[in-house]
């Protein structure tokens, strides 16, 4: 039978720096956090998702102070469909981050000891000019907040039919989560 995992929080967190694929990171009790949802500078409260010996994977729960450099996402769909995953901070940081992550790659993980960088070259659009798309066929979809208000309140043992913009079945066409593709 499998171990139930108890659910860890952790309050008042200070993240200290950025980690790949979009995510932040922070030392507690020697233990390095990888989380999502956050910057370095940022304040925060966490509720852990993974939790190894040496390492952790986490979200947050509630921001307690705001990163000086952080700025308000621009897309109307950023946290909802994963595809940008710094777009609160500045272009420009990205980019660092950016460029960063990509010479620790190759000097730790392909042995790169000798290799000159150049800058990174950034898009001329700063804005909306993704061109990586993956699509999910799903007779299950993800609403967007606004679709969960228009939805009725009900208790928990009243039938209710499901209104269109569930879906009903007839299946959905979109975006996935990443790594989760049940659902458009």
């Known amino acids: 039978m499998r171990k139930k995992n108890k659910r860890i929080e952790l309050q008042d967190v200070a993240v200290t720096d950025y980690a790949a694929e979009g995510k932040a990171l922070?030392?507690?009790?020697?233990?390095?956090?990888?989380i999502s949802g956050a910057v370095p500078g940022d304040t925060v409260d966490?509720?852990?998702t993974k939790n190894k010996k040496d390492w952790a994977e986490?979200?947050?729960t509630n921001?307690?102070?705001y990163a000086k450099e952080r700025v308000t996402p621009f897309c109307r769909?950023?946290?909802?469909?994963g595809g940008c995953k710094w777009q609160m901070l500045p272009y420009e940081k990205q980019l660092i981050y950016k460029q960063q992550e990509a010479e620790q790659n190759l000097r730790r993980i392909g042995k790169v000891s000798d290799a000159i960088f150049l800058p990174i070259v950034g898009a001329a659009?700063?804005?909306?000019?993704?061109?990586?798309?993956?699509?999910?066929?799903?007779?299950k979809r993800y609403l967007l907040p606004e679709e969960i208000e228009l939805l009725p309140q009900t208790s928990p043992d009243e039938e209710v039919e499901s209104p269109a913009i569930l879906g009903n079945g007839n299946g959905a066409l979109g975006f996935h989560v990443p790594r989760i593709f049940d659902k458009a």
């Open 77 to 81: 769909h950023f946290g909802v469909c």
């Open 26 to 34: 922070t030392k507690v009790d020697g233990k390095v956090i990888f």
């Open 63 to 65: 921001i307690k102070e």
């Open 46 to 48: 966490l509720l852990l």
């Open 125 to 139: 659009e700063t804005r909306y000019y993704r061109n990586k798309l993956e699509f999910t066929f799903s007779n």
């Open 58 to 60: 986490a979200r947050v």
